[in-house]
Structures are given as C-alpha cells and as structure tokens.
C-alpha cells in the first residue's frame, strides 16, 4: 500500500548548525505538505508543494519537491531553539485531500 | 475566527468499551478528516467526510465509524476498544473545493485504554 517514508527519526544540532529531512514516497503524488508539530500540541500546516522539481523558502526553511513527485525535504539553516518539535512530510495522493503521513524527523536544538 | 475544536480534551475508557469523540471544523470549512497518531508515530488517515457522507477511508476496521452533521460537524465512534487504540485522536478540517487546501489540526482526544 501506500507509504511515504521519512529520515532521519531524530536529529540532535547545535543552535547555528543546519537541518534536513527527508521524504520519500512509494508512488507518485499530487502534492506534498509539511507540518510541524511542538510538543504535546497538534500539527501545523507550513507549506505546500505542487510542481515537480518545485523550490519554495520561508525565512531560514527551504523546502523542495523533487522532479518524480515522490521525494520531498526541509531544510532549515542555522537552527534556533523555536524550531524544536516533530517535522512531518504528508503526501497526497489522487483528487480528495486524503494525505499520508510520514513518520516524522523530531529535531532537538541545543542552546 | 474559531479554529478546530475537539472533545474532550482527555479520556480514559476500559477495553471492550465505546467511545465517542466530537469534532467542530474550522469556521467555512465543509470537509472533516480523522486522525489517529499513535505515541512517536505520525498521524493515520481513518476516514474523511464530505456532505454528511464518508467519501475516504483508510485502513482501520469497522470498528472505527462516524458521522458528520449538517454544520459539518463531525464525530467519531470506535467499538470494542482495545489497548492498541490508545492513541492522540486528531480531527483536521479543510475545503473541498480549495484544490490543494492544507489542513486545519484540532489539538486532539487523548485516548487510554486500560
């Protein structure tokens, strides 16, 4: 069935330091989006993708959509202490706005 | 502008029971979508609604149903509960005809089962 996967499950960084994560889907998708979740709260929707090879920025996050449509990543350059929580990739598949989710890459910055 | 709200916050039910959480979409939202997320685990597609009707479903048993209302309110019932349904039950919102449209997190029904 339908999966997407996502690395890694956690990553430890130093504030200043850069963070990626990593999604990939086992078919091809309409669009994907990222959510990030803090702890013990719910997830936020922060952006959506469409286009293959689409490049979207916000501030210090980069995200990419890759050519297939069935990779996606964030990237966050020069982490701070506010972009701790869970990162979680979510893939859409077919026209209902059903979505998979990834398991999540759970980002610790260290002050 | 109330965004999605979910009750109860907390509940604590014994296997083999039911139970029923509630879900209200964010305010000109029409589409309820129902998630179970699951300890470290990302959230789980259960089912969605549209028009009173059930138009997705994932891969949950029957146990699992629910119902949406005609203010697009929703709710989700699950039977005969077992350990393994433990779990942050998420209600998201969204509008069927924004292609693409993101969704709309409620802050979610803890859920243990003893």
């Known amino acids: 069935g339908q999966q997407v996967m996502q690395i890694p499950q956690y990553q430890h960084v130093q504030e200043g330091e850069d963070f990626t994560t990593y999604c990939n889907s086992s078919?091809?998708?309409?669009?994907i989006q990222w959510y990030k979740q803090r702890p013990g709260g719910h997830p936020v929707f922060l952006i959506q993708?469409?286009?293959?090879?689409e490049v979207k920025k916000q501030k210090r996050l980069t995200f990419q959509f890759g050519e297939a449509k069935k990779n996606s990543s964030l990237h966050i350059t020069a982490t701070q202490t506010t972009d701790v929580g869970t990162y979680f990739c979510?893939?859409?598949?077919?026209?209902?706005?059903?979505?998979?989710f990834g398991s999540g890459t759970k980002l610790n910055v260290k002050p | 502008d109330a965004g999605v709200t979910q009750s109860p916050t907390h509940l604590i039910k014994t296997r083999g029971q039911q139970v029923t959480l509630r879900c209200s979409p964010k305010?000109?939202?029409?589409?309820v979508s129902w998630y179970q997320q699951a300890l470290g685990q990302g959230p789980q597609f259960i089912f969605q609604?549209?028009?009173?009707?059930?138009?997705q479903r994932g891969n949950f048993p029957d146990r699992f149903s629910g119902h949406q209302f005609p203010n697009y309110s929703s709710e989700l019932n699950v039977n005969a509960l077992l350990l393994g349904d433990s779990a942050l039950y998420l209600c998201?919102?969204?509008?069927?005809?924004?292609?693409?449209?993101?969704?709309?997190f409620g802050n979610g029904t803890r859920l243990t089962v003893t």
């Open positions: 979510a893939g859409r598949v077919g026209n209902f706005n059903k979505f998979y």
């Open positions: 305010s000109g939202h029409d589409t």
């Open positions: 993708l469409v286009k293959s090879g």
């Open positions: 078919t091809t998708l309409s669009n």
């Open positions: 609604y549209y028009e009173e009707e059930e138009r």
């Open positions: 998201a919102s969204s509008l069927a005809g924004a292609y693409n449209s993101p969704l709309h």
